[in-house]
């Protein structure tokens, strides 16, 4: 297993001390696993999202042209 740090300020630690049952590494091993299936699901949705949002351009559309086009009509 590897091994990281955390600083928590003085008083956050004071209350810590108070529960001294509480085994702190897991809750924060925790903690860590919660917010990578959070970001997990984000990214997922994300991914869900821009494939529901994105269209096949139609036949016969040239990007390049109209991407010229526009830049000429600034």
């Known amino acids: 297993m590897a091994v990281i740090s955390v600083r928590v300020d003085k008083e956050t630690k004071r209350k810590m001390d108070v529960y ?3 085994n702190w590494s897991e809750v924060i091993r925790e903690a860590i696993k919660e917010k ?3 970001e997990e699901r984000n990214l997922a ?19 390049v042209r109209m991407i010229r086009f526009w830049r000429e009509h600034r």
């Open 20 to 22: 001294k049952h509480i």
């Open 36 to 38: 990578l299936r959070s």
């Open 45 to 63: 949705r994300a991914i869900l999202l821009n494939e529901k949002l994105r269209k096949k351009a139609p036949e016969g559309w040239d990007s």
